[in-house]
């Protein structure tokens, strides 16, 4: 393909995310939305009206045999993710679908293995992987400000949007899992998880996250049934810590120059603790809107073969993660270890290329 041509989308999905995506795609300078395609009637209808410009379908059928259309984005409840995505690839379509990639790590697997005998991309929108304030966090990260990463805490709650599909941690969750493997390059050992059915519709909906990683730990909080809406992520290191708030209208990220310092005593065989009490910084970021990130970074790996930051590799591993975490709430919050050797051939390959799998410290393995 030559560069800066226009792509025409048809959208699936006019849910909660579809209002923000249509708009994100039609500030795209290179895409043109030509369907918009749902089976709620009222809501199409509502749309029709300020969008003549957009064909309205309630069957993606049409779509699909329209040669003219480059893409399709997924917008849709989660169970219909994997059948949609097999017949926009089987019609020579490039895809980009909201999380959770699918229901399970087979279909995503089927659909990644599909995408590549038809050449076609898949990309995946975790969305926060194109915020300015996590490229911010990875660029200090790789400058080694911070020392060695020693925890990462994240909390994820808010009250609803309540799925009828996937759970908690399959909806939200899965956000604080792509950031883990994009900011520590790195995956983990093991899981233990907890998670509480709180509605009786045998759909967790308070979960709680252990990951133990070779030489530290990382945990998620997250909720659909809290009255405040929280999205906040702690980075501890040896030598500096790092905040992100993303509630915050502005310096979402705080770096502090504060901790806890061992001491070695010369009169004691012990350490002795001192506190090491700097400044805080602000350090700046780029505010362009993430869901603008998108779907540029989309537009970018179709015309030009470029990588994005979640390819098909990149949620497969998100997806055999999620599938450990419900193994361990499954056991009533046994330890799994995961066995990475069972996410196939060709997926390890990459995490082993990529040298995302190391030895647990000897302080770990205890």
Known sequence: MEGNRSLNVALVGYGYWGPKLVRNIRDCAYFHLKYLIDQEETVLRDFSFSNP?????????????????????????????????????????????EKPFTTSFKEASEIVALAEKVSKKVMVDFTFLYNGTIQSIKEQIDKQTFGQILYVDSVRINLGIFQNDVNVVWDLACHDLSIFNYLLEELPLSVQAIGIDGLGNGLENIAYVHLKYSELF?????????????????????????????????????????????????????????????????????????????????????????????????????????????????LGGKEVKIEWEQVGQSLYSYITSKGMLKEPSKALKK
């Open 53 to 97: 410009d957009i064909t309205i379908l309630t069957d993606i059928q049409a779509a699909l045999e329209d040669e003219s259309i480059d893409a399709i984005i997924i917008a849709t409840p989660p169970k219909m993710h994997y059948e949609l995505a097999k017949k926009s690839l089987l019609a020579g379509k490039h895809i980009l679908v």
């Open 218 to 330: 990382a945990q998620i909080n997250c909720s659909w049934s809290s009255p405040v809406k929280i999205r906040r992520m702690l980075l501890g290191g040896s030598k500096r810590a790092i905040l992100y708030n993303d509630i915050e209208p502005t310096d979402k990220i705080k770096v502090y120059d504060k901790g806890v310092v061992n001491q070695n005593s010369l009169e004691r065989e012990s350490l002795l603790q001192d506190y090491r009490m700097g400044e805080v910084y602000i350090p700046k970021y780029d505010t362009t809107e993430p869901l603008q990130n998108v779907v540029t970074t989309f537009y970018n790996t179709i015309i030009y073969n470029k990588k994005s930051k979640s390819e098909g590799e990149d949620a497969l591993l998100v997806m055999f993660m999620l599938e450990m975490i419900q193994k361990s709430i499954n």
